[in-house]
């Protein structure tokens, strides 16, 4: 069972060690990479769950070129199943080309601190790796 608060910013008080705005996204992205390398759903989601916390809005294109998750509605419907309150906008992007393309963005309705579990077998493959000791 993959517990979210085995992930340090979801504990109680930890909005006092979140930084404040601005924010940069894509250093807070290649961190979360770092920590959470692998392609396993758990991993996914503990990226996805981590950027939600820090950035409190993350993107489905920045879940695919940024966090390498490449099914984030999935990993977003996971996160709402383990208890997290996360509500889907509609959001519009300028391609290199110049066209608009139309994107959801996720958003954090609360950082509280919540009693989340979920239920998900890990095994070594898919098992978020921390460096924290």
Known sequence: MLNLELFPNTLAGAD??????PVDRSATFEKLLERYP????GQQCARMAQALFLLRTV????????????????RKH????AGMR??????????????V??????VLR???????QW???LDQESAPRTTDA
């Open 16 to 21: 006092a060690r979140l930084p404040e705005f």
């Open 38 to 41: 692998g392609n396993g759903y």
């Open 59 to 74: 993107s489905t294109h920045e879940c695919r070129a940024f966090l390498d998750i490449y099914h984030p509605n999935a």
């Open 78 to 81: 996971e996160l709402t199943l």
């Open 86 to 99: 996360i509500i889907t906008e509609r959001g519009s992007m300028r391609t290199s080309r110049g066209d």
């Open 101 to 106: 393309r139309h994107i959801g963005v996720y």
């Open 110 to 116: 609360s950082r509280e601190p919540q009693s989340v």
């Open 119 to 121: 239920e998900i077998p």
